[in-house]
Structures are given as C-alpha cells and as structure tokens.
C-alpha cells in the first residue's frame, strides 16, 4: 500500500537531505586536488639541489619516490602550526607509508633570540636519536621557551621528560658539540637562497608556497601516484 | 519527523569526520583554524580502540532506523520507539558532553563538526522527550 500524500513528501526531503549530503561529501573525497598544477608548478621552481650527505634529520625510507626538505626555524610561528597540524598527517599518511622522505634542515632566523638554543636543545637530542620528540615538545610548547631570558632550562626540562640521558644532554649544549650540525643545515639554506621559513624543497626544487597536507599529499600523488610510476620531473641528482 | 531529519543530517556530519579520520578526505573544512585537525588527530579521537566518530555513525544510524521505524503505520501510535529514542539519544548526549569536556579542557581546541553533531543529539534527545510527553498528554486525556 502507497504511504499517505505528507509521509510521502517527507521520505522525498528525506531523500533530498541524503543525495545533497552524500554529494557534498563525495566531491571532497574526488577532489581533483593540485596533482595537475604540481607538475606545472616544480617545471618553472628554481632548482634548489640540497646536498648529499648527512644534512639535517631525515625520516622515512631511502627508497621513497619523493622527497621534501624543511627548512625551519623553532620560534617561527608558522612552523609551529605546521608541526602541530599538518606535519602528523604527513608523518601517518605519507612518510610511514614509504611515498614520501622528509628532511628537515635547521634554519635559525636572525632576530629570534631564543632559535639558537632551541635548535642546539634539538640538535643534542638528536645525537640520543631522539630528534623529532624534541622537535615536537619545542614547537608545541614554543611559548614556554620562546620568551623567556633563560630558555635553556624550559628545553632542559624537555629534555628531561624525554628521558634523555641529561649528563650527556648538559655536555652537549654546554659544549655546543651539535652546533656544527646546525650550523651546516643554516650554511646549505644560505647556499640555496632560503629567506624565509617554513621553506620547502621538492625533489631538488624550491616550493614557492607554505605547504598543508593536502598540498604535501598532491605533490606526492602527482608525482608517485599510487600503483603507478614515479614521475618525478627534472629532478636534479640527490641523494 | 523532526528526529528522522537530524539523525540523517547528524549520520552525514559522522561520516564526514569518520572519512576523515579514515585518511579518505585529505583534509576538513574548518575555517582554516586546525581546530578539527587537532581534535580529530588527538588521542581522544579513538575510544576502546574505535575512533570516536564511528560511534556517531552507528549511533545516528540507529537513531534514524528506529525514528523511520516509530513512524510506520504499526508503531506510530506506540510509545515504544520514542522511549527507545528518548535512552540512545539520552546516552549520545552524555557522550557529547563528555567529548566536549576533552575538547575545552584537554585538548585546548573546538571542532566545529563536533559541536554541530552535539547540538543535533541535543535536539533529538529535546524531541524525543517532547514526544514523550505529548503520549503522556493523549493518555491523560
């Protein structure tokens, strides 16, 4: 039997709510993405070739068809929203997926008096292999270090929570014996014409643009799309 | 009706966020804050091992099975389905409080979809009662 004449115009709006909804959700999930303008975009960057060897910290695996490198400073803002927001995505979705090996260079800004230490805190972590914690404790917090006089002992207490072996931590920054670790990363950045930060760098080319994980996931759609060929474009020798 | 109507609209913010959560959506429409990322990438986005939206998904879609169900010609006279409504939503309402709570006070950030999706089981938890008591009234008659 026919349901009554308002039931009838109810189940229709019911309808309606669903395809309308499902469509909306549905265009997201297609959409197209900057996979076309990527191409464009790293053919006319300026080649940005970091060099070989054991710059920076890198994450993810060797064989990874892409490559990113950050250059970054820790009291930079827009850093620290990228850390926070975009880069766990990145990190989940990307790099322990093995598209994607991500690089990132220290970049201390002149005018940020507080970078250095930070930079050096992360640098003597990372001689315990526990740089991308420390990397993470000091952008999420960057408020209590980034303005205080003594921003060692906030880095310290980092450290601390880390469970980083604190002697060997003291020693380090104490000694600046991880400084030339940063110290390189900032010389390869001046050598590449990096000014600013965050700065990206795609298979050896300049980024124009502050990147989000959706940029970050067309670039690597675009140029490793899954279950096909990479096809990184021109990009120059690297390791 | 009007519990038919959010369940729907509360079943497809769900999905959303669960689609999301899920790696299916590259990223969610919130105003550009983060706010929902950083909810949604939180720890508390997964509860007993399920991410929380899924439970929305499985709530909302009971919700509007048994509103679609209470308005068939056998039922609709019945008390049954609005009570049975009047509990789940009751128990939604709960958890949204308490998903809230997480969201103001531990994790330091409001998700816009969260709060649309608390404000619709707070009106179907509203209607259900409503209905509730418009039985008792036609009993009391």
Redesign the interface.
């Given at each position: 039997m026919a349901a009554p004449r308002p039931m009838r115009i109810f189940y229709s709006a019911l309808g309606v709510i669903l395809v309308i909804g499902a469509f909306l959700i549905v265009r997201q999930v297609q959409r197209p993405g900057r996979s076309g303008s990527v191409t464009q975009t790293l053919q006319t960057a300026p080649l940005a070739p970091v060099s070989a060897g054991s710059l920076g910290h890198a994450l993810g695996s060797d064989s990874a068809p892409v490559e990113i490198v950050e250059f970054a400073d820790f009291e930079c803002g827009a850093c620290a929203r990228f850390a926070i927001i975009q880069f766990p995505l990145v990190r989940e979705r990307l790099i322990a997926t093995g598209r994607l090996k991500w690089r990132f260079m220290h970049f201390p800004l002149q005018g940020h008096a507080n970078s250095p230490a930070a930079h050096l805190a992360a640098a003597c972590a990372g001689e315990q292999s526990r740089f991308w914690e420390m990397m993470d404790l000091i952008l999420t917090r960057q408020n209590d270090w980034a303005f205080e006089r003594r921003p060692q002992r906030p880095l310290r207490d980092f450290a601390r929570s880390l469970g980083l072996d604190l002697d060997r931590y003291d020693s380090c920054v104490e000694t600046g014996r991880a400084q030339p670790t940063v110290d390189a990363d900032y010389a390869e950045g001046e050598r590449l014409g990096v000014n600013q930060t965050p700065t990206f760098i795609v298979n050896g080319r300049m980024w124009p643009d502050v990147l989000d994980y959706d940029g970050v996931k067309a670039i690597v759609d675009s140029l490793a799309p899954v279950g096909g060929a990479a096809t990184a474009p021109a990009a120059p020798a690297r390791r | 009706?009007a519990v038919?109507?959010l369940a729907?609209?509360g079943l497809?913010v769900s999905?959303?966020l669960l689609?999301f959560k899920l790696?299916?959506?590259?990223?969610i429409?919130c105003g550009g804050s983060?706010s929902c990322?950083?909810v949604a990438?939180s720890s508390w986005a997964v509860f007993l091992g399920i991410p929380v939206a899924a439970y929305g998904v499985a709530g909302y879609l009971v919700l509007l099975v048994v509103a679609l169900a209470g308005?068939g010609e056998r039922l609709l006279a019945r008390p049954e389905p609005t009570r049975l409504l009047a509990v789940l939503s009751g128990l939604g309402v709960a958890f949204a409080v308490y998903l809230t709570y997480l969201e103001l006070a531990v994790i330091h950030a409001v998700c816009r979809w969260c709060v649309v999706s608390a404000v619709l089981i707070t009106a179907i938890c509203a209607a259900s009662l409503a209905g509730l008591r418009a039985f008792r009234t036609d009993r009391a008659r």
């Open positions: - | 009706m038919a109507v729907l609209l497809l999905t959303y689609l790696g299916v959506l590259g990223s429409a983060g990322e950083r990438n308005l």
